[in-house]
């Protein structure tokens, strides 16, 4: 059973308990037999959807979140982040790595139990930073599924991208509140949300916005066609034109943007490596039953020493990427989400995992042979999807440069070592 954290963002009164931070599921409850009834639920009740949608090359879409949330919610397995006051899960983060890895093992389990990207980084967001009337407006709505949110950071060339400094969409003051102008690309589930987070430049720096999607002047353009299907809402296009909020629409405080992001980052690069590593794990045992019931030159494809290293390869990658997100997971919770060693870890284990997850989908394609590349096929499906997670949310690249410079910082020397110092 993991333990509340030891630290836990401010939370707006009249949340029950913050997201991510609240005490375990209830008196008495097990995360190991929380994390086993995910997996029931997985097995029974998403593989299911996740195998016709594959096979058909269908998106994700609202209408089956909403069934497959209600079947959560009806197995006991909803919102692993949703506090228990508010009908879900209460995990630590701790708690969390295990049971979103099991709600990982299907494409769209994050989603079934309420805990997918853009919304469960806003969770932690909102719980951080939000006033008690933005909580009642926007965050337990969403911690209740009743809706979905998005974040708008991104924008098309030259706006901001891998450097989030670069941001031009602005807000301008007015009399009793701010107009927003600017575009935004990539922004995961804008199509459907309730309201999407702007990122907007003001005098300063930069601040996050609440608004509204039915706000006239944002407008929700094309889903982007990008490779992976599994996001309610797509990724879209966003544009904000003479877009009026009121001053209540200000997320924390003007000018502290970047600042907030920081608090979301943590958390949301950990639990994207948690749902990856469910996913790779399923298909490395995927790959393992199929090898073992297929043969070549003579005897199964499990009995030829290349086609084991793969699979010794891939547990090892597994092992490694759980162990290190486990004990991120815990640094989370002990030291709190914008803890510079909570950031450093979660960069770490994003860039690792990242790789690790690539590593594993990809051997277990080549296991396959031929079918491993037919698009109707789970695992080619699984590899495709997971293309993108080398990129968004901090790329490698982006993410070793600022490890790097952590180290470097830390271990600076005031004065030229001499040959003999170095030794
Ligand atoms: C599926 C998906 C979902 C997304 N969802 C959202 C969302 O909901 N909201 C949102 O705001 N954005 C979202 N994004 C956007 C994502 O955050 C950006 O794609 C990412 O930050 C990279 O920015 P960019 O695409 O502009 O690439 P660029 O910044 O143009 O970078 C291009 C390449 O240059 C490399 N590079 C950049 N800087 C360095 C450096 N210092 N050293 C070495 N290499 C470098 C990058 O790693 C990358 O390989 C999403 C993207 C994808 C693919």
């Known amino acids: 059973m993991t333990t509340a954290p030891a630290t836990r963002p401010p939370a707006p009164a009249g949340t029950p308990e913050p997201a991510g931070s609240s005490p375990p599921a209830g008196p008495g409850a097990d995360v190991a037999e929380l994390a086993r009834r995910t997996r029931a639920f997985v097995d029974d009740h998403v593989l299911p959807v996740e195998r016709e949608l594959v096979v058909a090359g269908r998106h994700m ?21 949703t506090p228990v006051g508010l009908g879900g899960l209460g995990l630590s983060n701790a708690g969390l790595a295990e049971v979103l890895e099991a709600a990982g093992r299907s494409l769209i389990g994050p989603t079934a139990v309420n805990c997918a990207a853009p919304d469960d980084g806003n969770m932690h967001l909102l719980a951080a ?12 709505p969403l911690l209740r599924g009743e809706t979905r949110s998005s974040i708008a950071l991104t924008e098309p060339a030259p706006g901001a991208g891998s450097d989030p400094s670069m941001v031009r969409t602005s807000a301008v003051p007015v009399d009793g509140g701010w107009v927003i102008d600017g575009a935004k690309h990539f922004i995961t589930g804008a199509e459907g949300a309730a309201f999407t987070i702007c990122i907007a430049r003001t005098e300063g720096g930069t601040t996050m916005f ?17 490779l992976d299907h599994s996001a309610a809402g797509g990724h879209c296009e966003v544009t ?19 600042r907030y992001a920081q608090v979301r ?11 990856w590593l469910g996913l790779a794990a399923r298909a490395h045992e995927m790959a393992a039953a199929w090898i073992t019931g297929r043969s070549s030159f003579g005897q199964r494809i499990s009995d030829h020493g290349m086609a ?11 092992a490694a990427a759980r162990a290190l997100v486990r004990s991120v997971a815990r640094v989370l919770d002990e030291e709190g989400l914008a803890s510079s060693g ?11 995992v990242a790789e690790a997850v690539w590593r594993v989908l990809d051997r277990v394609v080549q296991l396959y042979g031929g079918l491993g590349i037919c698009e ?39 004065a030229p070592i001499s040959p003999e110092e170095a030794r």
């Open 342 to 352: 909570a950031r450093h870890g979660a960069a770490i284990a994003k860039t690792f």
């Open 240 to 258: 904000f034109a003479d877009c009026f909020v009121p001053d209540d629409a200000v997320l924390g405080d003007v000018g502290a943007g970047l």
């Open 129 to 140: 930073v939000c006033t008690q009337a933005q909580a009642e407006r926007y965050l337990h």
């Open 376 to 414: 109707d096929h789970l695992v080619a499906r699984f590899l495709v999807e997971a293309r993108g997670f080398r990129i968004y949310e901090g790329s490698s690249e982006v993410l070793r440069a600022s490890i790097a410079r952590r180290v470097l910082r830390a271990h600076s020397s005031p």
């Open 308 to 318: 084991q290293a793969h699979v010794a390869d891939n547990e090892i990658d597994i």
């Open 61 to 81: 879409d609202d209408d089956v979140r909403v069934d497959l949330q209600r079947a959560a919610r009806a197995a006991g397995v909803f919102g692993p982040l």
């Open 265 to 275: 980052l943590a958390p949301s690069r950990l639990a994207f490596c948690m749902a």
């Open 210 to 226: 609440l608004v509204d999607q039915d706000n006239p002047g944002l407008r929700v353009g094309r889903r982007m066609p990008t």
